[in-house]
C-alpha cells in the first residue's frame, strides 16, 4: 500500500512539473536584449477621414506575429528604446539649426512617441497585429502630402529610423447613404466611391448586427478600383430588423528599414457607413 | 621736456581719446536673475540669470560674463502632440555701456555681443544645437547703497536672432563693488 501511494504522488508531482514549465513560457523580451537584426516590425497607419491618424506598432522576434504554430515573441520597449510616429522626416534626421526655436515648433506638431496601448480598434484589418501581445500606438494631426515614417530610435543597438508609408489617397462614399434601408434578400446594395486609385487593394467588410440574431460578417476583395462594388441580394445574413456597418478599406505597402530582419508596413483608408437591413 | 616724460605725455593723450582707464574708479561683480521671453509664439517664457565682472570708469562700464537665458519650453497646451519640447541658451557675453547719473538713481545704456550655444530636445532627446554670436541692447537703472559699495539694478536686455528668435531678457540684481 504505501509504495503504490508514494508512485502515485510521484506521477502527480511530474504531471505538475509538466504543466507549470509549459505555462510559464515567456512570451516577451526586452528591447534591450534583443539586436534590430532580429526584430520584425509591423506598422499600419488607418486614416478613417478626420483631423487624426492612427498608428499601432508591434516588434516580435525573428517572425511576424501570427504565424501559424509560432508562439509569438513580442518585443517590450526598455532602457529608453523609443518609437517615433512622424508626418515627414524624423527630427533625428534634420539639422534645424539655423532656426532652432521655429524649427522644433514645427517638429512639435508632425512627430509624436508611439506608447505602450490596451487599445483594440481595426481588428478587421486582416490579423497583420496580434492583440494579445505588446503593441504601441499614437495618434497624429491628418498630413496634407500622406506620407508618414515610423523612426525606432535605440540606445544601445542600431537606429531603424526609415520606415515610412505614402497612405492611398483621401476618398468618400457616395453611396449607400446613412440610414438608407435595404432587403437582404431582394436588394442589391451598390457601394460607390471617389475618387479611384491605382496600385491599392481594396476589401469590403461588413458587420451585420441583428436584435435577436447576434452578428455576421461579410468579407470580399475588390479587383480594381473603379468606384463601386456591388453586393448581390442574399449575400448578407441576418434575421430581422438588423444594422450593417459597411467598412470600405484602401490599403498600400510602404517600406521597412533595412535594419529589420523583416517588416511589414501598411496604410490603410477606411470609410464608413451604417444601414438598415431587412429580411 | 625729457624723452620719458614726453612718451609719457603721448601715451597719455593717445590712451584718453580711446578711452583706455588708467585708474579704476570701480571693479566689481554683478548677479542679475530674471526672464527670458522668445518672440517666436508659442514658448513659454524661462528663467534666466547672468554672473559677471564689471569695470566702470568715467562713465563707461565695460562688462563680461557667462549668461543663462533659460530653458524656453513649448507650451503644452498649444501642441496637440502634448510633447514637451525645449530650448536650452547659454553663454557669454561682452558689454560696453554708457552711464547717465540722475541722482539718487543712474541710468546706463549699453550694448554688446552674446556668444551663445542653444540647445534643442523633443521629450528629452536632442533634436539640434546651434552657436551663434548675436548682438544686444541693454538699458538699466541702478541705485547705488552701502557708500557706493553696492547697487541695486534693474534692466531689460534685447537679444537679437539667437538661433532663429529675438530674445528678451528683463532682469534685477545686485553690484557689490570693490
Known sequence: MRIKITTTRIAIASLLLVVVAACSYDNYV???????????????IVDEGGDQIFAEAQLTRDLPPNQPNNRDTFVKLESDDQLWLSAGEHFSQVS?????????????ETQIQMRATQEILYTFLFGTINYDGDRYAARLPHSENGQYQVALIRQHHTDATESTIT?????????????????????????DWAPVEENVSIKVEIKTSCLNDGFHSYLDTVEMDEGRHTIDA??????????????LVKSRLGSFDSAFTGGRVAGHQIRSVAINTTD | MSPIKALVSTLLCAASLLHLPLYA?????????????ADVEGYDAATAGNLGVLWHHQNWSYRAGLVHLGKLELSRDDSSNGNYGHIEVNGGYLQIGHRFNFAPIALEVGGGALLSTSKASLDGNRVDEDDDVSPYLDLRIIKSLAGGHVGLQGGFRYFVDVSGSDLNNPYVGVIVSF
Do not use: W
Open chain 1, 30 to 44: 526586452a528591447s534591450n536584449e534583443v539586436s534590430t537584426r532580429q526584430i520584425f516590425a509591423t506598422f499600419q
Open chain 1, 96 to 108: 534645424i539649426s539655423d532656426d532652432l526655436f521655429g524649427g522644433l515648433k514645427e517638429f512639435n
Open chain 1, 167 to 191: 497612405m492611398p489617397i483621401d476618398f468618400e462614399l457616395s453611396a449607400p447613404l446613412a440610414s438608407d434601408t435595404y432587403s437582404r434578400s431582394n436588394d442589391i446594395i451598390q457601394i
Open chain 1, 234 to 247: 442574399g449575400v448578407l445574413e441576418g434575421e430581422g430588423h438588423c444594422t450593417s456597418v459597411i467598412n
Open chain 2, 25 to 37: 574708479n570701480e571693479v566689481g561683480v554683478e548677479i542679475n536673475v530674471g526672464l527670458s521671453n
